[in-house]
């Protein structure tokens, strides 16, 4: 049978109010009943739903259910509300009404723990607490403390969490609490925060009631275990009635379905097809912006308010912790889904940041960024700013510094900030100037500036941080109007500096040779570069091998154009390794690693690669490329080669191998050197370019063959 007409739930828990919302949402008619002006605000606006707030004695009771003749009662008060829960049966029978009884789900079972002990009411509780020694933290609510002050003879061990209601809040004043010895807020609350709160107040006994997972009461208990707090459990008493899904099965009401209504489009599931076929509701992405009320929108207010939910970081949820929902420290995709599966009651959730038939709803609520906050506060523009992140991301920041005016950048924390300015300082960029924001809009807020060398010399602050690089030290070319970087040193070439600073902005051709410290290391000629470089065909995210890297003359010119990419220099020459950091680090080429060794054994153990450029191989071509194309049959691979017997090596590879796509290119370049008044052309030595792409069938089946 489906009830389309009347229903009086006593909604004095959240599986209470969320059943009169599912309710309502079925088109039944519904009235919650709520002891208090804050529970009628936990209930959204629905037209169904309809709310009565205040408590009600027996006879008071009777008038209102006469007034309304529901089809049915559904009692789901609190577990330990037995007067009103048995005044509400009593006033049923009278008025031969039907009646239902809504279970509080058990929760998962305790560990087996000598620490914990279960008493039968809170006189027996206070009891055992007053022969144990040390501060007792209690969580039975404000109506069992007064049995607690008359037992405990030294009321200073007693701290009291209760709601945050000016009726709880009196009732607590008058026993006496107050001060650090109460603590009024609304849970359920985490392990961490209980522990947190435990630790604050060095509490040795937590006396709670076995309230089930929904008020929280496996985070109480665990976090007091993991302190080593006694623990004092008041058992719930003994009842019968139906589960949530069983109430509504009996009434013939279903999940809601509001899959598309509210956002007019179809539905997200990124929770996964198994959770999703056993759940419904709306799953809201909420940015917070820097975390404070007054920076989030009244839109990211809203949805927190009727959540009945929030996950996010610690950090995030103690942003929000003024909201009533409850709070679970989580912003992992699978945990969350499996919460919200093991919570089929729940409808409206919400992740701040951070169904085979239906589905959770996703949608994003957007928050105030943290660029133009920052930005407003410097008192900048931040139009022209290059936005960059390395908040749990690689991202080659320095590049991009010396590439870009003014950078901003989101930190994991003080530490990471820190190694990236002795990186600024090994470039020769001393002289950028940062400004690094603290806890933006909060009370802890603090924003300091200075050049990246002072920065150096603080003490390293934790937690996450905004920052705004700008290159104070840019000028211009007087003969070409390019943009440059100056780097300041008493040993400093400007002519390479300004050549480094005009190629910085460029985005064609590759790097001139005079650019490099070479030592007595061989360098590719820049035009052979070149060509080399366009038959590579590389793309923007490759990861690139440079085998037999010399000074690093391919090596810098890769990585000018793998900006997302990586780029592995491995040379045997310890000299010549020396030489691709210091032109590495010249050249601002963080994506670079050099490794010394011997190829082929050097590249086992590095990550696959898509690309590769062999410059030397030391008598070992074959062994080199079949182990690249062990790594990636597919990978695209150049070959330079100056000697007769690599050339004839590389030719032979080619009509054994299985690639594809394959180019030989013979390079003779010659280049003018000034003989007095005259230019005479030198040649060098010719170079073969051998380039190919692997068909993807090396492997075990071909070497068989």
Not at 366 to 374: E, L, P
Request: include cysteine; charge should be negative.
């Amino acid at each position: 049978m489906i009830y389309k007409k009347r229903i009086v739930v006593f909604a004095g828990t959240t599986e209470g109010r969320l059943l009169a919302e599912r309710l309502a949402a079925s088109g039944v008619e519904v009235t919650a009943c709520v002891a208090t002006e804050y529970g009628e605000k936990l209930m959204p606006e629905q037209s169904c739903l309809q709310v009565h707030s205040g408590r009600m004695d027996a006879e008071e009771m009777a008038d209102f259910l006469q007034g309304k003749m529901p089809h049915l009662v559904v009692d789901a008060t609190h577990p330990y509300a037995q007067v009103v829960s048995e005044t509400v049966k009593k006033v049923c029978e009278e008025l031969h009404m039907e009646y239902v009884r809504l279970l509080r789900p058990a929760g998962a079972a305790l560990p087996a723990d000598e620490r914990i002990h279960f008493v039968e009411d809170a006189k027996a509780a206070a009891q055992l607490a007053e022969r144990m020694s040390g501060n007792i933290f209690l969580t039975t609510g404000s109506k069992e403390l007064a049995v607690f002050v008359e037992t405990i003879s030294d009321f200073s061990r007693l701290y009291a969490r209760v709601l945050s209601t000016e009726e709880t809040f009196e009732i607590c004043r008058e026993l006496g609490f107050e001060g650090k010895q109460l603590i009024c807020m609304q849970g359920p609350f985490s392990e961490d925060l209980n522990r947190a709160m435990y630790a604050h107040v060095d509490a040795k006994i937590l006396v709670t009631k076995e309230s089930g997972d929904v008020g929280g009461f496996s985070d109480k208990v665990q976090a007091a275990l993991a302190l080593g707090l006694q623990c004092i459990v008041i058992q719930r008493p003994k009842e019968q009635g139906l589960t949530f899904e069983q109430v509504c099965e009996r009434l013939g009401v279903a999940e809601p379905d509001n899959s598309c209504e509210r956002n007019n489009r179809p539905p997200v599931n990124m929770l996964g097809k198994e959770t999703a076929s056993r759940m419904s509701g709306t799953l809201s992405l909420v940015g917070i912006g820097m975390g404070t009320p007054e920076q989030m929108t009244l839109e990211a207010q809203h949805v927190l308010e009727q959540a009945q939910v929030i996950f996010g970081a610690k950090r995030m949820l103690d942003a929000v912790r003024e909201f009533s929902a409850e709070k679970v420290c989580e912003y992992r995709r699978e945990q969350i889904a499996a919460y919200l599966c093991e919570h089929p009651q729940l409808t409206r959730a919400a992740v701040v940041f951070s169904g085979d038939e239906k589905s959770w709803n996703v949608r994003r609520i957007a928050g105030i960024s943290s660029v133009n906050y920052f930005a407003a506060k410097l008192g900048v523009a931040w139009q022209d700013v290059k936005l960059c992140s390395v908040h749990g991301r690689d991202t080659d920041l320095l590049k991009q510094i010396t590439e870009n005016k003014k950078v901003f950048s989101l930190f994991n924390g003080g530490e990471q900030l820190t190694e990236l300015t002795g990186q600024l300082l090994d470039a020769g960029l001393d002289h950028v100037r940062l400004s690094v924001g603290f806890d933006l809009g909060y009370e802890t807020e603090e924003i300091w500036q200075g050049s990246v060398r002072e920065f150096l010399s603080r003490p390293v602050r934790r937690g996450l941080c905004v920052s705004m690089f700008e290159n104070a030290g840019y000028i211009k070319d007087m003969d070409t109007d390019d943009v440059i970087t100056r780097k300041v040193g008493a040993h400093v070439d400007m002519e390479k500096v300004k050549l480094q600073g005009s190629l910085a902005r460029s985005t064609t051709g590759n790097l001139p040779d005079a650019l490099f410290e070479r030592g007595a290391v061989p360098l590719s000629k820049e035009e052979i570069r070149a060509v080399a470089l366009s038959k590579l065909r590389l793309t923007a995210d490759a990861i690139c091998y440079d085998i037999g890297a010399g000074t690093g003359g391919m090596t810098m010119d890769i990585a000018r154009y793998v900006p997302d990419g990586t780029v592995i220099a491995f040379e045997r020459n310890a000299e010549a390794c020396k030489l691709i950091r210091a032109n590495a680090a010249r050249l601002s080429a963080g994506q670079v690693t050099v490794v010394q060794g011997s190829a082929p054994e050097i590249l086992e153990g590095y990550e696959m690669p898509t690309h590769a450029f062999i410059g030397g191989s030391g008598g070992r071509l074959r062994e080199i490329v079949e182990l690249l194309l062990k790594k990636n049959p597919c990978m695209r691979i150049v070959i330079d080669a100056v000697t007769l017997e690599t050339v004839g090596e590389a030719n032979a590879l080619l009509n054994t191998l299985p690639v594809k796509d394959v180019d030989i290119v013979s390079v003779t370049v010659a280049k003018a050197k000034r003989a007095g008044a005259y230019h005479l052309m030198e040649s060098m030595n010719p170079v073969y370019i051998f380039s190919f792409t692997g068909d993807g069938t090396f492997g075990t089946d071909w070497e068989k063959k």
